[in-house]
């Protein structure tokens, strides 16, 4: 019994193989799914961003609003004999608060649409589009920030005590300037949402993996750690990468499946 223990446990072990080498050969006579295909297939789960159409309805409302900001000014505040128009417009309210309530309800509108952008940023960098979500991490906040800072300076004009006139000339030159910094980082936004939508690229990870099988020399990935690079920011890519893969692996079982199906 004791020498035919270790004999049979060899047999079973040798069947077990030859069993499991079978399966895969069997796998491997299946139909193959080129690279392209699943490329392809991955592609067309590409989702835009439509952020960029409210930053065109955001920078044309900014733009009305630095206006019709320099109409009140003249004609309501500066008084060029238009006071009978302003009164029925505004009744009892002032022209300088006109302008300084305008200005809440901008910042507001801005507040909403940070609060908008950062939701579609979120979704891609969930999808694995690592790089533009770093790349536009800071962008998309300046127009938030320019007003808040804009609001700031509007506050110390009304409080600093000085006259109408003098007072007014510093509203209108602050909201100017806020106009010119805040309209291009919108428009440059504009560019790079729109020139990411009109690629349809697949996400960081596909785009390496392409890299790498048609190129001998291409560059190493960037998961890793390098010299230059900060052990925060090499933890925070990791971790985006981890919870993409999660999804992506999801994603590409379908894919594999209803491919698998049409060949």
Known sequence: MDTNGPSHHRQAR?????????????????????????HSAIRKEFRSIPTHVHAFLLTLVHVLYVVASVCVAVLCVLKF?????????????????AIVLGKVGLWLLVLVFTWFVQHHHNRARRRGYLRFYRLMCRLKDLPFTIHSAGNVLVLINLVAGLSQAVRIYLLLTILGVELLVVLSCLLFYIVKVHRFNSERAAPDVSQEDRSHSY???????????????????????QADLIEYLKQHNTLLSTRLLSLTAQH
Not at 22 to 31: A, C, F, Q, T
Not at 81 to 97: I, K
Not at 218 to 236: A, C, H, K, M, Y
Request: proline share 5%; aromatic share 4%.
């Open 14 to 38: 040798t069947s077990v193989d030859m069993t499991r080498s079978m399966e895969e050969e069997s796998l491997l006579d299946g139909p193959l799914i080129s690279a392209d295909a699943l």
């Open 81 to 97: 004999g238009q006071e009978e128009m302003c009164s029925r417009v505004f009744g009892n309210v002032p022209g300088e608060s």
């Open 215 to 237: 190129s001998v020399t291409s560059q190493p990935t960037e998961t890793g750690f390098r010299e230059g690079s900060s052990l925060e920011e090499v933890v925070e890519k």
